[in-house]
Every structure is written in C-alpha cells, then in structure tokens.
C-alpha cells in the first residue's frame, strides 16, 4: 500500500471513528430499557421517547451541519460533533431524572450528524477505485461498535447477576448498571476527539471555496503523484459554472432541487427513507426485548444479542471486501431480496407461537409475584402475544408486568425460538452486508461537491426522522399494541418496496469519479 493510499485509509478511519460511537450510543441504550422503565415508571410511549432522543437531535444537529460544513469546513464540524458525544455521554450516565436522559440523549443525537459528515469527508478525499471500500469503513465502525455495545450490556448484567464483589465495590450493581452501561461511551468519544486533529481538511471543500493551492497540498497526501494535476484539475473544472461564495443556503437548495440533479435527489431521499424503515434501528435498540418474548432469561437474551451482533459484524467485513468488486447496485439489490426472506422467517415463527400459564409454569412464577393472582389464566391458550401481555396486566398491574415480564414470558410461551434467531441473525446479516454500508456509499457518490454539504445532510435529516424517531419510537408501542407479527410484517413490506425501487431506479457506481456520476445522472 503506497503512502497516499494508506494516508487516505488513516485518514477515513478516524472520521469513521465516529460510526463506532454512534454504534455504542444507538445500542447501549437497549440494556437498560427494563431499569429506566421501573426507575422512572416510564410507559411504552415515553420508554420509546427517550430512546428516540437522540433522532429528535439529530433533526436539529442535520439543519446546523449545512451551514458549519460549508461555513467552518468538514474537518472542524466533526471535531464540534465528537465533544459533543461526549457531554451527552457524561449526562447520560449521571442522569436524576427521566426528562434529563432524554436531553442528555438528545444532545448525543446533535452529534449524529457524523455519519452524514463522515460520508461527506470520505468520499471527498477516496480514490474511485476504492471509495466503496473507505466509504464502507464508516458502518464497518457502527457494527463494530454495536457489537462492542452488546458485549458490554451483556458483561455488565452477567456481573450484577453474579454479585461480583469487584463490582459492589465500585458501585456496579442492578440499580446503577444502566448508569455504566451509558456511561461506557464517554472514552471513546474523547479518543475520537482527540484523533480528529491529525486528519487534513477535505480538499474540494477547500477548492469550492476558493483556495486551491491548499487543496492541492491536502489532495498530495492521498493521491499519487501521477494522478495529481488530472485530479485537481477535474476538481476546480467541476466547480467552474458556479461562484460558491454568491451562493446562500436558499440558492444551493434551488441548485439540488433543479431538474439536473432531480434523480440524484430522488435516490437519496428515498434509499435514506428505506434503510431505517426495514425495522434495523428497532431491532438494534430492543433485541434483547424481542429476544426475551421467546422466553429465557435476562442474561441469555443479552448473550443472544451479542451472538448476533458478532456475526452481522462478519457480514459487514464481508460486505467491505466484494462493495468495489461486485458493485453497490448487485448487492443492494441481492441484500433487500435476502432481507425478505429473513423478515418472512420471524414474522412466521411469532405467527406460529401460543401462549399459556399452565399449573407447572404458574408454580415457576410462585417466588416472582403473587402468583395466585394469575389463577384465572391457568391453561387459557392464547395465540395472540397482545391479548396475553393485556390479561396479565388486567390481573397483576402493568407495574409488575414491566418487572416480571421476562420471567413470565419465558415461563408461558411455546414457540420455535431457533426459527424467530435463524430469521434475526439473518435478516441482520443481510442488512450489514447491502442496505448499511451501500446507502452511506451511494450518498457519497451520487451528489456534486456544489451541493453536498447541503445534499447529503438532508439525506441524513430524512434518515433521522424515520431511523431515529418513528423507527425506535414507536416500536415498543407496535410490540404493546400490534403484536410481532404484524410490526415485522410491516418491515417485510417496506424491503419489498425498497427492492422494487432499487431495481427500477438506482444505478451502478462502482470505479466513477463523483464528477462523471454527476455527469451520467445529470443526463437522465
């Protein structure tokens, strides 16, 4: 590897870094669901507010990132993005009340601006040939980092289970665990903090604005010294019909919003509309929730969960490997028919499963809750997870049900668990593999340097507003209210959408400068 190219991949990993806190920050939160809920005596609504806190902030923190990314460059911006992380990491974790967490988180989500920056940044400084792959690093360091997460919420509740005497001693234990669990991404956030300061300004940022000695000086640091002049020069020639510095934030919209880059729009806003609404941030955010409706204890279901992160995070090296072999459009293609197929497997193992309290289960229950208030429930079959959930809060409170849930979930209900895992693991092995890293990619490929700092946030706002706030919002209110069934398949339908948009409509990218895709999408 020439010292350009690895300069370039240094370069890309630490703004990636970025992805990795965003993947601690989207997951953590996920361990301490069933401790904040009876700590703060939260309903499905507000339990799903707080986890959505941070979409609510990245609304606001996409609007800013416009104006400074333009304004104070891409560099300066992501080094504002990660202490942000890091207050809000801090105020998580020391949290008095519900109402804090929830602008603690929303400050974290200011700083989700970082994946749209990063993809922003990266592909402004990668060669063609390997854009995909450095692009790409940016969900490798959110997979990474959501697997790290799991690991951690799985180690933190296996110890407080255990009563290690270590951990009493510095003040882990079931009550304050959440606390650390939130608290785990104050580190990496100030290392990424501090990494920042090493990497160069993007170079067309500096050309578009004028100063094209400097963008050659950072273009030489990760281009050959042959591709040099035809690199810079393809640069300053792609901007000269329009003078950046008369340009207002009104007039660089009109600009994407005019017929040329009408399609460029159009695949962005809808694939940033499409990648959330396949259900992954839910899945993410509650799957030691879901896994703990196949029955089971805390601690199984935390060590299922980071099962499945450890093997998604295979698929997205995977992904990484074949993106600038085999194209962005076949595996996104390939990956939205897989992810069908894995929704249609745990949509049908939920179909499939009963639920009922027998005289043995009921005894199981004797040492948790009173459990003679469940008599009347004693070999009543229900097919319905719902209508279970609903007659055991009619008996017992929803109070204890929040408490108990898990136990008397893993006690009553008959279902093929290795089916609704198989179907999980893979559909979250499809997703890593084509819609998580392909969309950051062709974000970073299919918008002009004139418009990408106000085009590829606005795809993140988009994103944001499904991913980050009706995604994760309201899925404890569809699992409450519409059971698993009908909530996955209401995530199947959207891939099926997803996939018939991505056949008809998004082309292939792969080994193109942004200024020939700006060229080839302009003509159609």
Not at 14 to 31: C, E, H, K, P, T
Not at 241 to 264: G, V
Request: glycine letters at 8%.
């Amino acid at each position: 590897m020439s010292s350009p190219t690895r300069n370039a991949f240094l370069y890309a990993l630490i703004v990636a870094f970025g992805g990795f806190v965003f993947g601690l920050d989207i997951v953590l939160i996920s361990g301490t669901i069933k401790a904040i809920t009876t700590e703060f005596g939260l309903s499905a609504l507000e339990v799903g507010s707080i986890v959505s806190g941070p979409g609510w902030g990245a609304l606001v923190g996409l609007i800013c990132t416009s104006y400074f990314a333009d304004k104070f460059g891409r560099k300066n911006t992501t080094i504002v993005i990660a202490a942000l992380y890091t207050l809000s990491a801090i105020g998580s974790a020391y949290a008095p009340s519900a109402t804090f967490l929830f602008w603690a988180r929303f400050m974290g989500g200011l700083a989700f601006a970082s994946l749209s920056l990063a993809s922003m940044y990266i592909g402004e400084i990668a060669p063609a040939k390997s854009r995909g792959k450095l692009v790409g690093l940016n969900q490798l360091n959110i997979v990474i980092g959501i697997f790290v997460a799991q690991i951690l919420n799985y180690y933190i509740v296996n110890t407080t289970e255990q009563g290690a005497e270590w951990a009493t001693s510095i003040g882990l234990n079931a009550e304050t665990a959440w606390r650390w669990m939130l608290g785990a991404e104050i580190i990496p956030a100030l290392l990424w903090f501090a990494a920042l300061f090493i990497v160069p300004e993007s170079p067309r940022w500096l050309a578009l604005n004028g100063q094209n000695d400097k963008a050659k000086a950072s273009l030489r640091k990760i281009t050959e010294p042959e591709d040099l002049d035809k690199e810079i020069n393809e640069i300053v020639h792609s901007l000269d019909d329009t003078d950046h510095h008369t340009l207002s934030l009104p007039q660089q919209l009109k600009l994407l919003f005019s017929s040329k880059m009408r399609l460029a729009l159009i695949i962005g806003v809808v694939i940033t509309i499409i990648q959330p609404m396949t259900g992954m941030n839910a899945v993410l955010a509650y799957m030691p929730t879901i896994f703990a409706q196949l029955g089971g204890s805390e601690s199984s279901a935390f060590g299922q969960t980071m099962m499945v992160g450890g093997i998604g995070l295979f698929f997205t090296v995977l992904a990484l490997v074949f993106i600038d072999k085999l194209g962005r459009r076949p595996i996104l293609l390939g990956g939205l028919s897989w992810a069908i197929l894995s929704l249609g497997i745990v949509t049908l193992g939920f179909f499939n499963a009963t639920y009922m309290i027998t005289p043995e289960t009921l005894l199981s229950l004797k040492d948790i809750t009173d459990f003679n208030l469940l008599q009347p429930l004693v070999n009543v079959e229900f097919a319905s997870d719902v209508d279970f959930k609903h007659a055991i809060e009619n008996l017992i409170g929803r109070e204890s049900l929040v408490k108990y849930e898990s136990d008397i979930m893993t006690a009553a209900t008959s279902i093929n668990g290795f089916m609704v895992l198989l179907g999980i693991i893979s559909f979250q092995c499809a997703y890593n593999f084509s819609l998580g890293p392909v969309v950051w990619i062709l974000l970073s490929e299919v918008f002009t340097t004139k418009v990408r700092a106000v085009a590829i946030p606005l795809c993140g706002f988009v994103a944001s507003v499904f991913g980050g706030i009706i995604v994760p919002l309201f899925f404890p209110w569809q699992l409450e209210n519409m059971g698993a069934v009908s909530t996955f398949s209401v995530y199947l339908i959207c891939c099926f959408v997803g996939l018939i948009f991505a056949f008809k409509v998004i082309p292939e990218t792969k080994n193109k400068s942004i200024e020939q895709i700006e060229i080839e999408l302009a003509g159609k």
